[in-house]
């Protein structure tokens, strides 16, 4: 759901809430809507659940801020924490309403049991998710994930390409999106011109830029661009093991080559008076190849450590001295 005026660029006051309004709003490619330039990511939202299986204590606490804070969009899935972060963020837009102008941007997924992802089973996780988040429409719904289905079969007659433009031709959206991880899966998606958005994640990061032609493509067709996880889940933000050590890129184990790669990244931002988590967010953020970032957040302090990161300013010189260290050694290999 979306309040009317996501579509006009004139957030510069405060909303009929008297939530702030975002800053640097921009036009999500050709789709007529705007985004600004961080989204909130809730995969995390309402883990860990409470004994009964609701969202755990303060999920509708951050979801509330979160439809508040310094950022248009909130971004979940029907599957985000099995249905606990789009329930939290319902939670909060029933209790509180969605502040004019703020939107929240779900998925569809394949059905848990069977991993069924047709035509009928879009239209049921579309259902699924406007029940929990207690609206009628959503702004952008994106097909998510669809690694059970072949290309050919989502775009068959019957499939789930068709369930996306059957929800967008009854006006229940407004926007359809491909978001997944491979490239190779990503690939068609983007050039069957059926979809209006995209989102790619942990694939156009300080550490891997394996998406840039995909998002040159999504581009030159006007597509509206998602970068997802710019902090690579959190190795770019100093997320560390249980050990204290740094682990994990895209949620995989990091090979020892990207890991040191990463430590003299964070010498030489240190260097240059500065975190390493505020260049890699101003690498997605300032690219031209992107609208909007999606960083993971789920607890309440993120909101505005993340704005104070986006609005660091990076030393020019900083970018020549991380290019020194030459290409970073990504372990995706897709
Ligand atoms: N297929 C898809 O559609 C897809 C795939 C991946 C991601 N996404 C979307 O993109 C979002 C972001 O991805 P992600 O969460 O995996 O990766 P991410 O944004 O690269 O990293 C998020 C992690 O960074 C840490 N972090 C965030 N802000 C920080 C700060 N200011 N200082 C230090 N650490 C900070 C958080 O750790 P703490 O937990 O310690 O706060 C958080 O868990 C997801 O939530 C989801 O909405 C979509």
Redesign the pocket.
């Known amino acids: 759901m979306i309040n009317d005026d996501m579509t006009h660029s004139d957030h510069t006051d405060t909303t009929t809430s008297g939530a702030p309004a975002p800053a640097d709003l921009r036009p999500l490619g050709a789709t007529g809507l705007l985004a600004s330039p961080v989204?909130?990511?809730?995969?995390?939202l309402g883990t860990p659940a409470s004994a009964d299986g609701s969202p755990g204590p303060g999920s509708t606490a951050f979801a509330t801020a979160a439809l508040r804070g310094p950022n248009l969009l909130v971004?979940?899935?029907n599957n985000?924490s099995d249905g606990r972060s789009e329930t939290a963020l319902g939670d909060a837009i029933r209790a509180s309403g969605l502040p004019a102008g703020r939107g929240v941007v779900t998925?569809v997924d394949q059905d848990p049991s069977t991993a069924v992802f047709d035509r009928d089973r879009v239209l049921r996780s579309f259902e699924e998710s406007l029940e929990r988040l207690g609206v009628d429409r959503i702004p952008i719904l994106?097909l998510?994930?669809p690694y059970s289905v072949s290309f050919a079969e989502a775009s068959a007659p019957g499939g789930a390409i068709e369930g996306m433009l059957a929800l967008k031709e009854q006006g229940v959206v407004d926007a359809i999106g491909i978001?997944?991880?491979p490239l190779s899966v990503m690939l068609p998606y983007v050039l069957s011109g059926a979809f209006d958005v995209v989102?790619t994640?942990?694939r156009f990061?300080l550490v891997d830029r394996s998406a840039t032609a995909l998002l040159e493509e999504a581009r030159s067709r006007g597509m509206g661009v998602f970068n997802?996880?710019?902090?690579?889940?959190?190795l770019?933000?100093?997320?560390r093991g249980t050990d204290g050590k740094p682990s994990t890129y895209a949620?995989q184990a990091g090979s020892p080559e990207l890991l040191a790669w990463v430590a003299r990244a964070d010498e030489v931002a240190a260097r240059h008076g500065i975190?390493l988590?505020a260049a890699a967010l101003a690498f997605s953020t300032r690219s031209e190849l992107v609208d909007s970032t999606?960083?993971?957040?789920?607890?309440l302090e993120?909101l505005e450590?993340?704005e104070?990161?986006r609005t660091t300013t990076i030393p020019d010189d900083f970018w020549s001295d991380l290019d020194a260290l030459g290409t970073p050694p990504s372990t995706l290999t897709d």
């Not at 997802?228 to 959190?234: D, L, S, V």
């Open positions: 989204t909130v990511g809730t995969s995390g971004d979940t899935s985000y998925k994106h998510h994930d978001a997944a991880g989102l994640h942990n990061t997802a996880a710019p902090f690579g889940g959190g770019l933000a100093g997320r949620y975190p988590a999606v960083v993971g957040m789920n607890r993120r450590q993340v104070a990161l």
